[in-house]
């Protein structure tokens, strides 16, 4: 499986409002059923983010093109900004059938389930301390892979 990760600015740089705005703005372009989705969780997402969920564990998204993982830098490191990542994706994540996972504190996770529910089937909640394991073939750099060209088939006119 193919994984790309963004890490995106945060508190204190960024509103937990404005940071999921961002997030919002990677994944979904505008008047798009999937936006308005998106946005129908804003307070849900927000929260979240202010109790910096997404600090250590990401918000994991699976649709059209690769797996995407989202992250949020906070603090000092979202001032400085250093590690983070907010390059556009190649790929629109919700163009066909997806699915998000966001991370949740355990303490909280029963009233964010039962708001995501009231919301939208695509989006659900786990434990932020349950350590997402990756797939073995996600460990790998796709830059060392192996690649098989057919030679015949490129070189024809």
């Not at 389930?113 to 797939?135: H, M, S, V, W, Y």
């Not at 073939?137 to 830059?143: N, V």
Request: glycine letters at 4%; aromatic letters at 6%; proline letters at 5%.
């Amino acid at each position: 499986m193919t994984v790309v990760a963004r890490t995106l600015v945060a508190v204190p740089a960024r509103s937990a409002s404005e940071t999921w705005r961002a997030i919002i703005d990677l994944v979904a372009p505008a008047g798009t059923d999937a936006r308005k989705e998106l946005e129908s969780i804003s307070g849900i997402a927000s929260s979240l983010i202010t109790r910096e969920a997404m600090k250590s564990a990401p918000i994991v998204m699976h649709g059209s093109g690769p797996q995407l993982r989202i992250y949020c830098i906070y603090g000092e490191d979202a001032i400085t900004a250093d590690d983070a990542n907010e390059n556009k994706l190649a790929f629109n994540p919700t163009k066909e059938d997806w699915a998000m996972s966001l991370p949740c504190p355990e303490d909280e996770m029963e009233w964010v389930q039962n708001a995501l529910l009231q919301k939208t089937e695509r989006i659900t909640a786990r434990d932020q301390e349950d350590k997402f394991e990756p797939d073995k073939d996600e460990t790998k750099s796709s830059a060392g892979a192996k690649v098989a060209v057919n030679k015949e088939a490129f070189f024809r006119s």
